[in-house]
C-alpha cells in the first residue's frame, strides 16, 4: 500500500533549485520522512530523512509541514548528473525495516 | 573502499534454468535484502536476512531462494519456477537497527531468453 504520492515527472533548470514534492497525510507519529534517488540503471541512493525538523546534508535539505502531512526534498543548486527518480518512503524507524518503493519523481535537469 | 558488489552486472540465461546472482558486502552489516525492479516501476522486496543463517520472505519470494551462511554474502537463486525472471535485481545491507538507511549495490541485470 502506497503511503506516499509524488508527482511521476519534473523539470528544472541546471543550476537552479529543484523541489521536490511528497504527500504522505496519513503519516503516524513514529514514521520518518525517507528520501533515495535512483540514477538509471543503477541501484538507489539514500539521501537524507527527517521527523519532524527540517533536515539538511551536502546533498539534500528536507522540509516537513508541522502537520507532517507532506514534505520537499530541495536540491539547492540542481546539475545534470541530479537527473534521476526520486523516491520518497514513510517509514517507522528501528529495526531492519522493509522499504516500500512507490513509482516516484523522475527529475530531469535540463542545460 | 567499503561497499556492496553485485557480479555479474549483466547475465543471459536460458527458459528453464536456475541462475544464481552474488551479493557481497565489507560494510561489516548486519542486515542484507534483494529486491527485483521491472521497466518504469519501484523495487518489490523478494527476500531479506537479518542476521546469519536466518532470511524472511519478502513480497515476491515464490520462484526464488537465499541462502546466508556468512555474513558478508547473500546470494539469490532465480529458479525455473519463476514465470517472469527477465528483470533488474538489487541487492542492499543496512546496519540492524537502520533498516531504513540501506546501501545499494550496482545490480544485475538478468534476462531469460
Known amino acids: 500500500d502506497a503511503k506516499t504520492t509524488q508527482p511521476t515527472s519534473m523539470d528544472c533548470a541546471e543550476g537552479r533549485a529543484a523541489n521536490l514534492p511528497c504527500n504522505h497525510s496519513?503519516?503516524?507519529?513514529?514514521?520518518?520522512v525517507y528520501w533515495y534517488r535512483q540514477i538509471h540503471s543503477q541501484g538507489p541512493q539514500y539521501i537524507i530523512h527527517?521527523?519532524?525538523n527540517n533536515e539538511t546534508n551536502e546533498m539534500a535539505s528536507l522540509i516537513i509541514t508541522e502537520d507532517r502531512k507532506s514534505s520537499t526534498l530541495i536540491l539547492p543548486h540542481a546539475t545534470l548528473r541530479d537527473t534521476a527518480v526520486y523516491y520518497c518512503i514513510v517509514n517507522s524507524r528501528g529495526g531492519s525495516e522493509k522499504l516500500v518503493f512507490g513509482k516516484g519523481t523522475k527529475l530531469t535537469v535540463n542545460p | 573502499d567499503g561497499g556492496i558488489t553485485q557480479s555479474p552486472k549483466y547475465l543471459f540465461r536460458k527458459e528453464g534454468q536456475n541462475v544464481t546472482l552474488s551479493c557481497e558486502q565489507n560494510l561489516n552489516h548486519d542486515a542484507m535484502y534483494w529486491y527485483r525492479q521491472d521497466p518504469g516501476q519501484g523495487l518489490r522486496l523478494i527476500y531479506y536476512?537479518?542476521?546469519?543463517?536466518d532470511f524472511q520472505k519478502g513480497d515476491i519470494a515464490e520462484g526464488y531462494s537465499v541462502s546466508r551462511e556468512k555474513k558478508e554474502s547473500f546470494p539469490l537463486t532465480v529458479t525455473s519456477a519463476q514465470k517472469n525472471p527477465t528483470a533488474f535485481y538489487l541487492c542492499a545491507s543496512s546496519i540492524w537497527g537502520l533498516g531504513n538507511e540501506q546501501f545499494f549495490g550496482p545490480g544485475t541485470r538478468l534476462t531469460v531468453l
Open positions: 536476512s537479518q542476521i546469519v543463517n
Open positions: 496519513t503519516i503516524s507519529g513514529n514514521e520518518y
Open positions: 527527517g521527523l519532524k
